[in-house]
């Protein structure tokens, strides 16, 4: 089976879109109107500019704490192998990752809550000669709740520790 969330990336960009478009106008009103000082508080209207530009700073602080990911998904091109392909929506220049592991070597996966609850984290464990290797997480946090469950289905259906079960 293959899966990617290339479409919950084009949701959540047109999301980014729609609310720099919302704050720019609610920061242009302020500096080139006195619109805030006369129906709201009386105080210049450019403190109430700045004020918005700072909410949306920290909107944007927010959004990279959730570290969206593009996650491509493939266990059907080598069928030995899982391909676990992931990258960040939120970089100029992202780093491209890849975790391949065969089918009888996946140990476990679990899901970490992280960032207050706000950021999921897939785990991956494999066994390796060595003993157990544990991945870097992944943040699931771009997934819709549909292709969330798909992927961590279709990884517990081949760890040998099931997660879903519990």
């Not at 004020?51 to 266990?75: E, M, N, P, W």
């Not at 992931?86 to 970490?112: C, G, H, R, W």
């Not at 992280?114 to 000669?129: A, C, G, P, T």
């Not at 819709?144 to 798909?150: A, E, F, R, S």
């Amino acid at each position: 089976m293959k899966f990617d969330n290339k479409s919950d990336y084009e949701r959540l960009r047109g999301q980014l879109a729609l609310i720099t478009i919302f704050f720019a106008t609610l920061i242009a009103a302020g500096v080139l109107y006195d619109f805030y000082e006369q129906y709201f508080f009386p105080i210049p209207s450019w403190i109430y500019s700045i004020f918005f530009a700072i909410l949306f700073v920290l909107y944007l602080i927010y959004r990279y704490h959730k570290r969206y990911q593009i996650i491509i998904y493939d266990d059907e091109e080598d069928p030995q192998h899982i391909a676990l392909k992931f990258y960040s929506m939120t970089s100029f220049a992202p780093k491209y990752n890849m975790i391949k592991i065969p089918k009888n070597d996946l140990v476990k996966i679990e899901v970490q809550k992280s960032f207050y609850n706000k950021r999921d984290e897939l785990i991956i464990y494999q066994k390796v000669k060595k003993g157990i290797a544990k991945y870097k997480p992944i943040s699931l946090t771009g997934l819709n709740k549909q292709n969330k469950q798909l992927l961590l289905e279709m990884l517990d259906s081949y760890a040998k520790i099931k997660w879903l079960s519990k």
